[in-house]
């Protein structure tokens, strides 16, 4: 089983539903961890709502520092927002296969409930489809640098 690590600098929103969308989609070959430099150490109540729209679990996600998991082993880390891509990842992640997926936090999204509802919507389907172009790889047998290339390939991909 691979280990998948989401960052985003607050940890809670984006990299929340990415973890999501990982332990759900990639269950049995993947297992996903969300955490963030900067932790604002609470999930925002709109990824939880997406969330549950679309029938994946809301329990047991915390907002969280990503130096929490220096003694977990990640095989890939996808950065999901732009401020943590340009961040120094701590060193014990130096071996990991590393990503970048910036996708628009919606958490941020001024307007009418409709709106905000609508941007979470989109952030979810953007993440939805890349981790599933991510599964459709043949991860366990790619290089580090394919897989790489792969990776930051599908971050560009938006639904």
């Avoid at 990503?99 to 919507?121: L, Q, R, S, Y």
């Amino acid at each position: 089983m691979l280990n998948v690590f989401v960052i985003c600098t607050g940890n809670s929103c984006r990299s929340v539903m990415g973890e999501a969308l990982f332990n759900h989609l990639g269950q049995g070959r993947i297992q996903a961890f969300s955490a963030g430099s900067h932790p604002i150490g609470r999930i925002n109540q709109g990824a939880l709502a997406t969330l549950k729209r679309h029938g994946l679990p809301t329990e047991g996600y915390q907002s969280q520092s990503w130096e929490d998991f220096e003694d977990q082993k990640m095989d890939i880390v996808i950065t999901v927002c732009d401020n943590a891509h340009g961040e120094t990842c701590p060193v014990y992640l130096t071996k990991a296969v590393r990503a970048h997926w910036g996708v628009a936090d919606p958490g941020h999204v001024e307007g009418t409930e409709e709106e905000k509802i609508a941007a979470f919507e989109q952030t979810f389907a953007t993440l939805k489809l890349r981790v599933e172009k991510m599964l459709e790889l043949p991860l366990e047998r790619m290089s580090a640098d394919e897989l790489s290339a792969k990776l930051n390939e599908i971050g560009r991909l938006s639904a």
